[in-house]
């Protein structure tokens, strides 16, 4: 049975990170080990007793991508699943249903989820498909709740650290490129926060678009619209608009 390592990058986020926490311990399938990465300081205070599982690694205030580049070189189990610090999931049978994928020889492994608003709007689902063609136009896929196994990295190399902002859109194409297939687990396992600290807020507009553009420009894509997760879920057929749609990671 393939074993699963959780990696959590935080930084300053100690309340949102317990909960993340919390919901990794209530999976019915246990981890093997769940790995904090502390952007920040004060983590290791603030998860201290939680459960033995837990670990923390200080990243040295170097930023997201190589907090989570971090975390995958001391990973030891057969797959790494991510979870961001201000989300969590909210099916505890997803670990099963992901190990259940992995035994009939899936590889890499993505999740509906839900956009939970701290405003008290109603939740927005977030549930797409995603192969080599569509991830030519957008990033359907959610990080958080993302399972695929260690040994990609030694073919594929690690997340770009040039892209601090679409270095997740950037593997799942070189994933779906190198010939992998990405295994969609269609249930609603993941809860995504979003506030106003999340990363794609309009005030980063102008550093999104540079780093979109590189990202283009790597993959020989033509020139691609701006967009969050909050963007394509309001953009769905369907789906109701939403108003401020900038407060999501992408």
Sequence with gaps: MSSISVVIPTRGRHHFLRQALESV????????????????VGAAEAVAGMHPAIR???????GPVPARNLGIAHATGDCICFLDDDDWFIDN???????EA????AGFCFCDGILRFEDGRPD?????DADMETLTRDNTILISGVVYRRSLHLALG?????????WDWDWYLRVARAGH???HIRMAAVAI?????????????????????RFSTKHALPPVPLKNHLDIATQAPGKPPQPDPSQINT
Excluded: K
């Design 124 to 128: 927005l689902p977030f549930a797409f």
């Design 56 to 62: 923390v690694l200080d990243n040295g205030q170097r």
């Design 25 to 40: 311990m209530a999976q019915g399938h246990a981890p093997h080990e769940i790995i904090v990465v502390d952007d920040g």
């Design 93 to 99: 049978g997803y670990f099963a249903r992901v190990a």
């Design 102 to 105: 992995f035994a009939r020889g």
């Design 158 to 166: 690690t997340f770009d650290e040039s892209l601090p902002y679409y």
């Design 193 to 213: 926060r979003v506030h106003a600290q999340n990363m794609s807020g309009e005030s980063l507009e102008a550093q999104r678009r540079a780093n979109l553009d």
């Design 181 to 183: 297939p990405l295994t």
